[in-house]
């Protein structure tokens, strides 16, 4: 056991510092999320650095060559990422993750050639910004229940519907979109997937003002949009098998990393500061029961994902271990911002520069309850891990063999 | 990044996993759990024909010299079927405390009687109710003599040497504390079984009255001494607990699948999948831990009193969490004492207990963290 490069992911790890101390420095970086950040300048910068990974291959580690990629392995993505991430550019490939994540791989599963040739190279070069039209009103953890409908003529499809949670909606140039083409049989049955122009007539997005007060997702709304049949992805019914492969890609994207970056060590700091009733807030010992409990389930994280990147380095499928990560962080976050206010007292409500920390502990516990659903919520990732990693049977579906139009809606 | 198990080291877990299953069935466990035996002696007896005592005992001592990764994979597999011997006590106690503090008499003596199978430690510290503190130690140990007592001792009542936690001077804190090291054969010992909450773990209070012992180690160093040996045992006792508690899951899955109410498998209902998606969270997590555990405890690195707490509590929880709510998937059935599911919730908790509660580690874990402000 030990935590050292191989000697050829040593050499690569070199090459991509290398590579960045020459590239990223002096580039003004910026580590907020993209979902606070879709401002003109800021996206000058994202697109900017991207077309300069992109140059160098460097965009898609794992991609082939031909299409622009590394042709590298997922150690070697993780490598980069985590040299990276030690960067001030490293919150500027943002406006790129959901494209280059999910949207291009689904392009280049079932697209035709000549629309990858088009659309994966803009993509990679941070010139063309895609988005993921999936989830609805009526359809979010149960996605196959969405309602958008896609109905033929001739060679042209007519899309009239509304999507929800389109993560950066508003700044992207296409969109996959997943549309149900035939209400008449079950619902996982009647799917199509296509993608569009965002420019298109009929296309209206609308940003959704979060709880937290920002707006990084949006609503999308469709009315009488066409689409040229030449814009389908996959066949006609077979939408529900092209959206699992990009869920897939989701899920290698998605993995652990968020959290804002609060964590035990913030709430030491803030419990050194801290006067209680009986004395500094780090020698109580509800406190400290508090601080070892989130200690060990951060590093307990820590240390899988170097169990995974192991697996990864050694050439293996990483093991099921690395679905656990976000329903960890995410509830952590929010106990943990909670237990830091509780600690602030009265002052614990104010916010922003009035706050203690700058407001952070406040700002975590505002973004949580936006974590544990966006991605997956909580509830269906212990779903996922009691069906796909334990094998636990699924839940009965009453809607299975239910025609979509006749299925009952509620409210 | 290699931070796994090597091939060599699964095939061993594979073997001693393989070994385990046939040799040690719940029939086993509930024989010591029942019986007067004390541990399973033929069990015992094939642990050290296989050399498994002596894993990470060097070679000059009589042991196989290979390393506490070796142990630490033999420890999950121990854990998963609730093993009833004495291997915590001996092998993560005795030899971990001989090991740093023995002389190189005291190593040459019993070392290789260990790894041999013919001797078996304890662990002698706590003598009252609550934490273990160094006020709390009364036991003396002075001019080779131990006089006190001191309770719920695993293994204590069939040990043959024990490590004792005692005040060797007339300091009332932590300087003044020693480690002693007892033949519990000889005079002035008075042993006692106890009753414990996990019978296939036996208890015993010992008794010294002008009991004959060695020190081990210096007078004034025995606290810290001890601390060193609980870190190293801990790790070691996390992986036991993250084999019991991945035995649970295994339980607790099997049944969901296979018992059916309101016409469908308890499984597909998300009350329980959720309670099983946690264990296995849980658990996963204090498999990590136990791993950078056992990593800082085969290269001895600063980190190990971090990671020793860290892979303790977690694991703790892990097996605590596992071994209560696998009797809950069960339902009425769970409670009965022919299913297996008391077994490993008695386990749980002793374990949990056997080297110090959970809040004295995650105090100490704490203070790690203000010491190293790497959290």
Redesign the interface.
Known sequence: ??????AE?AKFRSEVRHWLEENAKGAKGDGDEMAERTDKDFLARARAWQAKKAASRYARITWPKEVGGYGGTP?QQVIFSQEESKTNVAGLGGPFAIGLGMCIPTLMAYGSKDAIERYVGPALRGEEIWCQLFSEPAGGSDVAGLRTRAEKNGDTWTINGQKIWTTGAQISDYGILLTRTDPNVPKHKGLTMFYLSMKSPGVEVRPIKQASGASGFNEVFFTDVKIPDSQRLGEVGQGWQVALTTLMHERLAVGGGQGGGL???EL?GLARTLELEDGPA?KN?AV??R???W???S??????T??T???L??GQQPGP?AS?AK??VASKLQDLAAFAMELEGESGALKGEDAPAHGAFQMGWMSAPGLRIAGGTD?I???I???R????????RVDKDVPFNKMPTGR | MNFDFSDDQKMLRDQAHKFLTEKCTSKTVRAVLQGSQGYDRGLWKQVAEMGWLGTAIPETYGGLGLGYLELCVIAEELGRVLAPIPFSSTVYLLVEALLIAGSEDQKTKVLPKIAGGEIIGAFARAEGVGPVTPKSIRTTFKGGKLNGKKIAVVDGADADYAVVLARGSDDPGERGLALALVDLEGKGVTRTPQDSIDPSRKHAEIKFDDAAAEPLGKTGEGWQLASRVLDRAAILMAFEQVGGADTCLAMAKDYAVNRYAFGRPIGSYQAIKHKLADMYVNTELARSNAYFGAWALSTNARELPLAAAAARVSATQAFDYAAKENTQTHGGIGYTWEMDCHLYYKRSRELGLALGAQRSWKDKLVTELELSNAA
């Open positions: 056991m030990d935590f050292e490069d191989t992911e150690i964590d035990v060590k030491m780090i010992a400290r029961e601080l070892a409990d200690y060990v389930r590093a307990g994280l820590k240390y899988t170097y169990r990147m192991t697996a380095s050694r271990e656990i329903i960890v509830e990732l212990r779903n891990i009691a069906e990693v334990l094998g636990l049977p699924q839940d009965v």
